[in-house]
């Protein structure tokens, strides 16, 4: 865990700063917030970029300044244009949105780095699901670091899309169905486990060409960061390690809880319902979110609601304002929150660790982000599992398939009906099952804390990818 408390204790690495660039998401830049506390730990200078849409969304100025006084941290902050004007809905817009972000978004970074150069910035970080950055940090001389916010078994199916797309598995007319059991360090896989964007047909979309660009793009890059932990993926790791430097340093999750220290980022003002949760029993309320990202269709959410409602379960649920579209805000059946009374409470965000911290929750219905799972196992809540899109489908299969930490909330995922939503979530909260799983998450935690502390797999592999940044970083300059 980043030694925020003690910053002195690192200050070997001063030679080093470090631009850090995430995607504009949500689930992108809660990450990197965390990674750059954790390099700023190590002594290393952090630069964080955000772009002026999401400054503006989060409405707290500079965002580490509370870090930066507390600890005495070396973490400035930058904005930059994402290429639209502020006023565009980039959720009603998303693909215009990701246009911008495919074409127009590395001339804004450019400037940006050109600027910044004369204050020593010497390595470049930036998501890997952007299209340019080996370009950008070889035009300024730059040590380029993709960092890859979600599991490694889905670096490892888009890095091999290649292999995919010759065995008929992707891009074909008509793909196969069997399983993929060719990838080097991934176990067999059905392919209705592999990413969305990987079982879909029309491969034209904007989001597909970005897929494509970006991990042409990382071939090219000096280092990749992944957050996970060795334990979780150790074959997926170790067989793209003999392709390209691969270090699993997570879980980089909002520990900030427990440092005391703090950092806002949500995109969405918080409500805060710890006055609520601490009237409820420990363990009996169920936390619902679908994340930052996808929409739910209003099909769905109806159902996931009344499915809800007939579980006379406490919750807490987190619609999104944009939940199923710009255009619709309440998209709840009509009495739904009266007749869940005292029972249950809609909120548009929240801070996720505070709630899914709180003891009186029991279990989480979640889309199965990457960073939701990572602190729902943090904070020990068995998960209950609706993959939208996107790498959420392959982390269901790791969740439920792998390591039984979590369930299904429908066993056909095109499907989605009022009874079995009501006995998934029985299930999850008062079944018997819920043991198992609630000592499988409790294992999997110990292997999350293991791997932080120094001598564990992520403290060795930081320690390590800070030493290799430190020797590039001299040979760029000459000097080793
Ligand atoms: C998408 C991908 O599916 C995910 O795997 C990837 O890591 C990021 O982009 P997203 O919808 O952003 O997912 O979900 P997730 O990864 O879970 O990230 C959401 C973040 O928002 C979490 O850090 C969560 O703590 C935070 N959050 C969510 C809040 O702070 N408050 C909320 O009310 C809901």
Redesign the pocket.
Known sequence: MADVKNPNKHHKHHRLHALLIP?P????V??FVHLAIKLASQGITVTFVNTHYNHHQINSGDIFAGVRSESGLDIRYATVSDGLPLGFDRSLNHDQYQSALLHVFSAHVEELVESLVGEGVNVMIADTFFVWPSVVARKFGLVCVSFW???AL?FSLYYHMDLLRIHGHFGAQETRRDLIDYIPGVEAINPKDTASYLQETDISSVVHQIIFKAFEDVKKVDFVLC?TIHQFESKTIHALNSKIPFYAIGPI??FNLKTGSSVT??L?S?SDCTQWLNTKPAGSVLYI??????HVTKKDLVEIAHGISLSKVNFVW?V?PDIVSSDETNPLPAGFESEAGDRGIV???????T??SHPSIGGFL??????????SIWCEVPLLCF??????VT?RKLVVDDWKIGMNLCEDRGFVGRDEVKMSIGRLMRGESREGVRGAIGRVKMSLEGALKCSGSSGENLGLFVDGLVAKVGLSNGKA
């Not at 979110?289 to 996808?294: D, E, I, N, P, R």
């Open positions: 995607y998401f949500q689930g992108h809660n990450p916010t979600e599991a889905v957050n999750i909002p980022t949500s969405w918080e979110s679908f994340g930052s990202y996808a987190v999104r909120i548009p965000w929240c801070c996720q660790m709630v899914l979640t889309h199965c982000g990457w960073n939701s799972i990572l602190e993959p939208l899109l996107t790498d959420q982390n």
